[in-house]
């Protein structure tokens, strides 16, 4: 089961880190799923979660409930980057 980092922007470093949207949209998809924030007030978030399926990975994160969830978590979608175990 590989592990997925997500490093992106986000308005509001407090309501990401509040929002229950990951463990919602991602129930069944990602385990193990940890936040993790830049020192220093930065904007600059990350996520982790171990992944079964890359293919629902990937499905969920271009799916409507996927861009609902970036949307109400105040993600910038031009700032994500995903890393996947190799």
């Known amino acids: 089961m590989p ?3 997500a490093t992106h922007e986000v308005d509001d ?3 990401w880190l509040a929002s229950p949207k990951r463990e919602e949209v991602f ?3 990602g ?3 940890r936040t993790y924030v830049l020192p ?3 904007n600059r978030v990350a996520v982790t979660m171990d992944v079964e399926d ?3 990975f990937e499905a969920k994160m271009k799916s ?3 861009a609902a969830a970036m949307k109400y978590d105040g993600v910038r979608p031009s700032t ?3 890393y996947v175990e190799g």
């Open 54 to 56: 890359l293919a629902a």
């Open 80 to 82: 994500v980057v995903l």
């Open 64 to 66: 409507d409930a996927g």
């Open 40 to 42: 220093g007030g930065a």
């Open 27 to 29: 129930a069944g998809i």
């Open 3 to 5: 592990k997925i980092v």
């Open 31 to 33: 385990a193990n799923i």
């Open 13 to 15: 470093v407090a309501h």
